[in-house]
């Protein structure tokens, strides 16, 4: 089993559809966790990222940790055609990140 | 700044060949990540290095597969040699601390091994 399992997607949704991204985890150890946009043929860069139980709103992205249920995931409010890519989930300890295999999105205009 | 700089982009070569893989990692960072993509394995953390020091080289596949950290500024995976199930894209990022620090990624060497 991995350590990190993430719904595998891929995602449809119209213009302005609210998505709902998650992920799963088995380690306890886990400190941060993190939500990573990649869009194609590009490297993977940070969307948002927290350390504690709780939501975390920046824009129309809300990022919701419950880790007495080792769940976590990403809502994407309004979404727009340019929100269109692969979305990582990661949790990392001790210096390591450990990913989630992606969820890739379109949205359709 | 210009980014975490991996060269080259695409790599195409014969099985048994030597490949090395490049990276420059963002001035300042101490920590530097090599990671393979792949459809079926998704983002695999290969090693990891602080401070020029590798720390953690568990995800290496085997030992075809090594890497270097000679300066803060220059890191190397060498693949020798090379196998068809290597073919992947390889990631290089950089980060300023652990943590909450987040992991800039390069844009990656497409390699293909036929």
């Known amino acids: 089993q991995k350590e990190v399992e993430q719904d595998p997607g891929p995602l449809s949704v119209p213009e302005g559809a609210i998505v709902s991204l998650n992920c799963t985890y088995s380690?306890?150890?886990?400190?941060?966790f993190m939500w990573y946009r990649q869009y194609s043929r590009k490297g993977p860069e940070l969307l948002m990222y927290t350390y504690s139980s709780g939501n975390k709103e920046d824009g129309r992205f809300t990022a919701q940790v419950d880790k007495s249920s080792k769940y976590i995931s990403l809502f994407i409010r309004d979404s727009q055609p340019s929100d269109s890519a692969t979305y990582l989930c990661?949790?990392?300890?001790?210096?390591?990140?450990?990913f989630g295999d992606g969820t890739t999105l379109t949205v359709k205009p | 700044d210009a980014g975490v700089i991996q060269s080259p982009r695409h790599e195409v070569t014969e099985m048994g060949q030597e490949v090395t893989l490049r990276c420059k990692p963002i001035s300042g960072h101490d920590y530097l990540f090599w990671y393979r993509q792949t459809m079926m394995r998704g983002l695999e953390l290969l090693i990891y290095?602080?401070?020029?020091?590798?720390?953690?080289d568990s995800g290496m596949p085997e030992d075809r597969f090594s890497a270097k950290m000679p300066n803060a500024s220059f890191s190397t995976l060498k693949i020798q040699p090379s196998e068809p199930r290597d073919s992947a894209v390889y990631f290089c990022a950089s980060s300023l601390g652990t943590g909450v620090s987040p992991l800039h990624f390069g844009n990656g060497t497409r390699l293909t091994v036929t």
């Open positions: 380690n306890s150890a886990f400190q941060y």
């Open positions: 990661a949790m990392a300890n001790a210096g390591k990140s450990t």
């Open positions: 290095f602080n401070n020029n020091v590798p720390i953690d």
